[in-house]
Antibody, heavy 117, light 107 residues
Framework: QVTLKESGPALVKPTQTLTLTCTFS??????????VSWIRQPPDKALEWLAR???????FYSTSLKTRLTISKDTSKNQVVLTMTNMDPVDTATYYC?????????WGQGTLVTVSS | DIQMTQSPSSLSASVGDRVTITCRTS??????LNWYQQKPGKAPKLLIY???SLQSGVPSRFSGSGSGTDYTLSISSLQPEDFATYYC?????????FGQGTKLEIK
């Protein structure tokens, strides 16, 4: 059974760095072809893809956010970590992690991050 | 970056209707097009991958088609549980991108 769960702070202040952890089970990120992405969704808005990490440690980022994002993995812990620097109120959103084989076939429940002083 | 244009942004329909949602991409994506359904407060659910392949467990009233830059999601006979927001997404190249969504409402 594949599961993913996001964890991290619910509230961050402007200019702070956000660190989110995706803890998963039921698959291994060392399996050839496996990928995990982070996706966010501001309240009542569309989905936005942020970053992806692959089984071979290749990493890919949103063009508009790449200077602020870092994605990493700890295969032994079955975790993927996303950091986003210089948080702003416009970054308030639900952040999801999702597994990708063909499409994002499994998603976490999402974690709401509010950016406010 | 590949741009996605999804239409319509909202749609009113009745139970039993057939509906179609379209997604156009700014360049050919060779059928690397996925469709998701999202209900309020929930994570998106994969319906269709690779333009026309039905994800396991998804009812057969959902179907996808298209090629090149133009893709469609069809629901053959709307059921009450189908009223939700639908998104297309390209996985042809990073950075990935999603459409702006289509909110399907009950008429």
């Amino acid at each position: 059974q594949v599961t993913l769960k996001e964890s991290g702070p619910a509230l961050v202040k402007p200019t702070q760095t956000l660190t989110l952890t995706c803890t998963f089970s039921g698959f291994s990120l060392s399996t050839i072809g496996m990928r995990v992405s982070w996706i966010r969704q501001p309240p009542d808005k569309a989905l936005e893809w942020l970053a992806r990490i692959d089984w071979d440690d290749d990493k890919f980022y949103s063009t508009s956010l790449k200077t602020r994002l870092t994605i990493s993995k700890d295969t032994s812990k079955n975790q993927v970590v996303l950091t986003m620097t210089n948080m702003d109120p416009v970054d308030t959103a639900t952040y999801y992690c999702a597994r990708e084989l063909w499409g994002f076939d499994y998603w976490g429940q999402g974690t709401l991050v509010t950016v406010s002083s | 970056d590949i741009q996605m244009t999804q239409s319509p942004s909202s749609l009113s329909a009745s139970v039993g209707d057939r509906v179609t949602i379209t997604c156009r991409t700014s360049q050919s994506i060779s059928s690397y097009l996925n469709w998701y359904q999202q209900k309020p407060g929930k994570a998106p659910k994969l319906l269709i991958y690779a333009a026309s392949s039905l994800q396991s467990g998804v009812p057969s009233r959902f179907s996808g088609s298209g090629s090149g830059t133009d893709y469609t999601l069809s629901i053959s006979s709307l059921q009450p549980e189908d009223f939700a927001t639908y998104y297309c997404q390209q996985s042809y190249d990073t950075p990935y991108s999603f459409g702006q969504g289509t909110k399907l409402e009950i008429k």
